[in-house]
Each structure stands twice: as structure tokens, then as C-alpha cells.
DNA sequence: GAACAATTCAAATAACTGTTTGAAATATGA
DNA sequence: TCATATTTCAAACAGTTATTTGAATTGTTC
């Protein structure tokens, strides 16, 4: 082969990127082989069809994203409560507003959640819920007897929710905010906003059950 | 005419059902005639073409909506802040799992910003920027002084994206729990969290700026 | 370099898309 | 009832889709 990336790899890439921008049923063969720079019969004789290339998009997007931003990186010696959720929102911000490939998982889960495909079942089974433990272990260590398992669903809700939020508002950010991009001290700042009022939710809903 | 309805009242209804289901463009023609019992070449008669019912569609989903479910209905005699969010959160919550004509609108959402199309710009403008400021003004006014404004659109954001999130997070949370449906008393549950656990958020974001 | 396998390519296929057309059917008003 | 306007309808149009095909090209191995 003449180039360093073989055909097979640029389709993936290139599926990557169509189908984060629109989803898998408006992501045409056409358009994934021109970006690639295959021909239009590559997909077919490379993964047999659309949907199995797009199962490969789906484990190469989350690997580049989970090694980039892995959800527990940035914790310090001994870590509070805070830190985790810290921790947590700054990956996930992360992820969000990188424009590298890396940020191309969030799209694609954002087009899978408005437009599911069969694929999704083993994406939430493999991917999402195992991720959303991280969070589920540490609110639920955290937070004092008592408290309802239903209520601390609730709170992984709302601290899994103000960071959702940025990935599927996304084109109301853009159309607020000239630019779509987000400044490393903008990301951080955020995540620690994130951290903050969570840990002041997590607080009132204690407090609900001591007083 | 045999009907109550006239086709292009059918029309609009079948548009939203349909619409809402696969966003703009995986929504054919076809499939919106076949629903409202109208013949194909029907919604070109009545509306000239795709993109123009799409506009009707989006009024007519907001207009049910915003009048079944308004966000400052369920306020007290003297509301305090923790009423506000409250009846904010109501309203979001009931639009999102509502099962009837009034649900529409924010799947509708959910598509359109996904897959934005032209219409994104005046729904943003006309509908969802006026709904915020609600929002905005209630917070503003709560918080002390010396709070950066941008802090505060971060405080609006946590609040939005933990309701949001459920309109975002649908087929993740069908996946899990059996049912699509939520009970009354469930919505009210979901709406006190969201209230006591922002009132807590807010609260730790005052302290940042009082010590 | 010859023999073979792997890959690329242009063209064709069948199915579907939004829209147009002109005739048929229905409703309206005098 | 008749003339007119409105609405419905089946058929056709041009364009796009995912997939298949078989030949041409390239790479690999002996």
C-alpha cells in the first residue's frame, strides 16, 4: 500500500466522522468513501455492509475517547467526594467540546439517542451503564444510611444531567456563543462548577433525611 | 366535508407524530400521508412542500404544549425561590413524558438538535431563549450580589440539564426501566429533587462568593 | 518473472425520495 | 341544476440510496 493508513482504517475514520455528524440512517456510503477516499464499493467489500461498519465506528470512537479522557484521571492522593465528581465532570466535558477525533463519541451517542439503532443495546451494556457506576459508587459511599436507592438514582441523574447537557445543547451553544470551541480554563472552570453545586445537591438531599 | 378534521389539520398532527418520532429528514412524505389518511401529492396541495408543514408542525407542537403545560402555573401565593425552580421543573418534567399531543414538542426538540435544520434559528429565538429567561430572571434574583454573570448562566445550565437530561437520555432510561411512562406522583417526586437539590447547588455557589 | 490472492474501480440494479402533473371527484354558490 | 372553485388522486419524474457485479489493477509469494 502507498499510504501509512490502509483503506479499511481511513473508512473508519471517516465513518467516524459522517456518522457523528448525521447519524447513522442520513450518513450516506457515498459521502464516508469520498471523505476516506475510497471508492464507493470499499465499504461493502471492507466490513460487508453499512451497519457492521458502523459497529466498528462505535468501538473505535469509545476506545480513543475512554483512553483520552478516561472518567478518573485526574484524582489527587486521597480523594473526597468532590474530587470524584470532579473528576467525572472533567472527563466528560472533556470529551464533549474536544473537536479532535476524541469528541466524536459524544456526537455519535447524541445521534444514537434521538434516532436508535439496534446497535444501541450493546452500546448501553457495554459502555454507558458500566461508566455510570463509577458515579453510582461513589454518590452512594458517600451520602449517609437512610437515603432511598431511588433518591440516589435522582442524584446520579443530576449530576450525570448538567453535564449531558452540554452535548445535546449543543446547537444552541453555537448559536449563542459565536464559536463552538471552549477554552482549556473554560472546561476546567466548568467541571468545577459541576463539582461545587453537585456537592451542595448532595448536601440538601442528606439533609432532607436527617433533619 | 365527512370528517371533523380537515386534512390539513390530519396533516399537522400526523407531521408531529412522525416528525417527532424521526426528526426532519428520515420523516418521508409517504409515511405522514399514510398516517393522516390524506393521498401523497396532499401536504405539497396544502403547504407547498416539506419545509412548510415542517414550520406549521413546530407551531402547532409549541402552541399545545406551552398551553397544557406552562412553567409558572403551579406557583403559591408568595413563592420563594424553591418554588420557582419547582414549577420549572414541573413543567419540563410533564412536557417530557407526556404520552399525549403535548409531548411532542420536546421530542421534536430532541430531533432538531440533533440534526439541526433552518428552522433551529427561529424556534432558538422565538420559543426557547423566552423560556429561559424565566429561569434566568428567578435566579438572578435570588443571588446575592458580587456573582459573576457568568457564573449564574452555569447555575441556569445546572438546573435546565437536570431536567433536559431525561428528554435526552429517553431510550437509555426505556432500556433500563421497562416502561416509557412515568406516574403523576413519580413527575412531582422527580420535580422536588431536582428543586431541593438545586436549592442546594445554588446555596454552595452563593458560599464561594461570601467567605 | 510467473501465478495467485487481495483490492480497487466504474457501471448497473432495484428501491426509495420529494415533487409535479393533469384528470377525476367533491364542495360551493347562484 | 348548473357553473365554478376546491380538493383528491394515481401516475410519472428526476434524483438519491445501499448493494452487487465483473473486470481491471495492485500486492504477495514462490
Redesign the pocket.
Known amino acids: 500500500?502507498?499510504n501509512n493508513q490502509?483503506?479499511?482504517e481511513k473508512l473508519i475514520k471517516a465513518g467516524c466522522a459522517i456518522f457523528a455528524e448525521k447519524g447513522y440512517r442520513d450518513?450516506?456510503?457515498?459521502?464516508i468513501c469520498e471523505l476516506a477516499e475510497?471508492?464507493?464499493?470499499?465499504?461493502?467489500?471492507?466490513f460487508?455492509?453499512?451497519?457492521s461498519l458502523y459497529d466498528e465506528v462505535w468501538r473505535h470512537a469509545f476506545s480513543i475517547t475512554s483512553s483520552t479522557y478516561p472518567i478518573d484521571r485526574s484524582l489527587p492522593e486521597a480523594p473526597e467526594l468532590k474530587d470524584y465528581i470532579y473528576s467525572y465532570a472533567f472527563a466528560i466535558i472533556h470529551r464533549i467540546f474536544c473537536e479532535e477525533e476524541a469528541g466524536l463519541f459524544p456526537k455519535l451517542l447524541h445521534q444514537e439517542m434521538s434516532r436508535p439503532t439496534l446497535a444501541l443495546d450493546r452500546i448501553a451494556q457495554e459502555v454507558l451503564f458500566p461508566q455510570s457506576q463509577f458515579l453510582g459508587k461513589v454518590v452512594r459511599a458517600s451520602l449517609e444510611q437512610k437515603i432511598p436507592e431511588e433518591r440516589i438514582r435522582l442524584c446520579m441523574h443530576s449530576i450525570i444531567g448538567q453535564c449531558a447537557f452540554f452535548n445535546f445543547s449543543r446547537p444552541l451553544r453555537e448559536r449563542v456563543i459565536g464559536k463552538k470551541t471552549m477554552s482549556e480554563e473554560e472546561k476546567e472552570q466548568l467541571a468545577r462548577h459541576i463539582a461545587s453545586f453537585s456537592m451542595g445537591g448532595l448536601g440538601a438531599t442528606q439533609q432532607e433525611y436527617t433533619s
Open positions: 500500500m502507498n490502509t483503506t479499511k450518513a450516506t456510503i457515498s459521502e475510497a471508492n464507493i464499493a470499499a465499504i461493502n467489500y471492507h460487508g455492509d453499512k451497519e
